[in-house]
């Protein structure tokens, strides 16, 4: 899906009625011709049909032609793993 306004992103999906990828919060890191993501989302369980645990996905996205286009994804694959980028992210900028 292409969309003309960052604020208009969205990693929500649905299929046949049903919202297989629940967004649960989205911070924008960064706007303009290239802009950053950070999605909080719930994957849809079809065998406990319900939603599973909190994922995190870091996306950046191109403006082309006035659409923004997915040009790259990061997924975090757990809340340990988002404390140790966090954790690195933030001993390196303090260097600065």
């Known amino acids: 899906m292409w969309v003309e306004d960052v604020d208009d992103i969205t990693v929500e999906y649905e299929q046949d009625g049903v919202l297989l990828v629940k967004?649960?919060?989205?911070?924008?890191?960064?706007?303009?011709?290239?802009?950053?993501?950070?999605?909080?989302y719930r994957d849809w369980n079809r065998k406990t049909d319900d939603y599973g645990p909190l994922k995190m996905?870091?996306?950046k996205y191109r403006k082309l032609k006035g659409t923004y286009r997915q040009e790259s994804k990061f997924n975090i694959?757990?809340?340990?793993?988002?404390?140790?980028?966090?954790?690195?992210?933030?001993?390196?900028?303090?260097r600065g």
């Open 23 to 40: 967004q649960e919060d989205k911070r924008i890191i960064s706007r303009g011709t290239w802009s950053t993501i950070v999605f909080l």
């Open 57 to 59: 996905t870091l996306r």
């Open 77 to 94: 694959g757990s809340a340990d793993q988002a404390r140790a980028i966090a954790e690195v992210l933030k001993e390196w900028s303090d």
